[in-house]
């Protein structure tokens, strides 16, 4: 199955978190399930927090950041209903705002698993109720407000 | 001027966003003025948003996040009537909450300047206002909810 991230237009494909087009990048890779989006990801050891043992929050952010916009057009492609990767226009968010609530420490070695669920969706507005999990736990939450750009 | 992460105690000084002891990281630098607090970065090329031409939402957001827990150490020393570096017990808060509001595209390749002000500080919590700018021009605001570690 092709990531959503797969699916964004050459031009807005270069992001440094998610972006096929950026060859230095993170490559996250978020996926539309039945009722949630799903992103997982394995941090680098270099990716410590203050102590080592732990992820930065930055790193943490930034994931949240990258599954939301993904997850907000995949939502608004579904709502639409459309496929990804068929041959409408594509559809691409971005952040005006994002919340990181940071509820434990985020273990640095394990396996991320992201996830993402919409909340709202009124025109070109999507909000998006976010997580960060790591062996069954949850470390973070968050909640995005994305726009969609019009491409 | 030594910067604020300069005084970190070397057990927290890991951070890959501002940690002195990564040695991978970006080492982001901030400082305490007189009513504020003051840091200066200028992102990598491989740093881009969806567009090459713009700075990924993740990394203003780890800007504001590092920023953020230094500028409360920094105020929070300050209340105390201590001196960065003093020899008393280190200060080093973590982030709690953090709301990013991406108010306009931040350009890639121009020197950012992120400020911290302190709006709040009761016990072990401090809430700091943070913002960004390129050029003079304000690209992202935020709020931080920051906790003293006990170290």
């Known amino acids: 199955m092709r990531a959503i991230q797969d699916h964004y237009p050459p031009t807005f ?3 440094y978190g998610c972006g096929p087009a950026n060859p230095a990048g993170l490559h996250l890779k978020s996926y539309l399930l039945e009722d949630r989006t799903e992103a997982r990801f394995t941090p680098d050891r270099r990716h410590s927090g203050g102590v080592p043992d732990n992820v930065y929050g930055g790193l943490i952010a930034s994931l949240l950041d990258c599954h939301g916009t993904a997850s907000a057009a995949a939502f608004a492609n579904r709502a639409r209903g459309r496929a990804l990767g068929d ?3 594509p559809i691409r968010f971005v952040t005006a705002s994002l919340r990181v609530d940071f509820r434990r420490p985020t273990p640095l070695g394990a396996e991320l698993l992201v996830t993402g669920r919409l909340v709202s969706l009124e025109g070109r507005k999507a909000v998006v ?4 999990a790591a062996g069954g736990e949850t470390c973070a939450e968050g909640e995005m407000l994305a726009v969609e750009l019009r491409t």
């Open 87 to 89: 041959d409408g226009p």
């Open 129 to 132: 109720a976010l997580a960060l």
């Open 13 to 15: 494909a270069h992001c």
